[in-house]
């Protein structure tokens, strides 16, 4: 009798357990969120190398990309900086933009063209910078970055709390016609603000401060 007790207390104890594993799965799976991807599909800077060039408005198209099948995405205010790089790790402010807070779908594609005004004392920098690059090797660099917060709704229930989105990249721009070189989108993702081999140097460091790092914490641990 005992131990037919014991076996039907074993028996709910595996049942709770499983049922609270099982419910903690499914709480995670819906509460799991894949951040949207952000792709700068086009960019037209007025023309860096005419002096007398009076078009002093910059354009770009942005691709927002929502991959969670259950969830659609709340965006907030989506802040954008355009800066010019003078060499490999100088960049000087060029322009602002700001889109409008909106909501995007599950597994929806949004496109969101945006504008900025470029400043005189902007333009005036990318000019010199231009002609200097263009002198030297013909190529002009512009940094894109963004930053908004995001809030992901789990089909029609509910938002979940609200998410910080940022993002980066740097666009070649051609410096007669002003547009983007890269015919494809380019993802604003994690690419630091370096170019060329100071990129490639800053990560090399990294790496290995890190693996400097950890085979110290090992030694330490078992020695």
Not at 53 to 63: A, Q, R
Not at 96 to 112: D, I, M
Not at 135 to 146: A, I, L, S, T, Y
Request: with cysteine; glycine share 6%; hydrophobic share 40%.
């Amino acid at each position: 009798m005992a131990q037919e007790r014991n076996t039907n207390c074993c028996r709910c104890c595996f049942g709770t357990l499983l049922s609270l594993g099982l419910t903690a799965a499914f709480l995670w799976l819906t509460l799991r969120t894949s951040p949207p991807k952000c792709t700068l599909q086009s960019l037209y800077l007025p023309s860096f190398t005419s002096p007398h060039h009076k078009n002093d408005t910059l354009f770009f198209n942005l691709s927002l990309q929502n991959d969670n099948k259950d969830k659609s995405i709340k965006y907030g205010a989506v802040l954008f900086t355009f800066a010019i790089f003078l060499d490999n790790t100088t960049t000087r402010p060029l322009a602002n933009a700001t889109l409008e807070p909106f909501y995007q779908g599950r597994s929806k594609t949004t496109r969101k063209w945006g504008s900025a005004r470029v400043p005189r004392d902007g333009r005036a920098i990318a000019n010199r910078s231009a002609d200097a690059t263009v002198r030297n090797n013909g190529k002009v660099f512009v940094r894109v970055e963004f930053r908004t917060r995001v809030r992901y709704k789990i089909w029609t229930l509910f938002y979940v709390k609200r998410q910080r989105l940022v993002g980066g990249a740097n666009v070649e721009v051609n410096a007669s016609s002003g547009e983007k070189v890269e015919p494809k989108g380019i993802r604003l993702g994690e690419m630091p603000p370096r170019l060329g081999s100071q990129a490639a140097k800053a990560r090399s460091c990294y790496v290995a401060f890190l693996g400097v790092l950890v085979t110290g914490l090992f030694l330490t641990a078992f020695t």
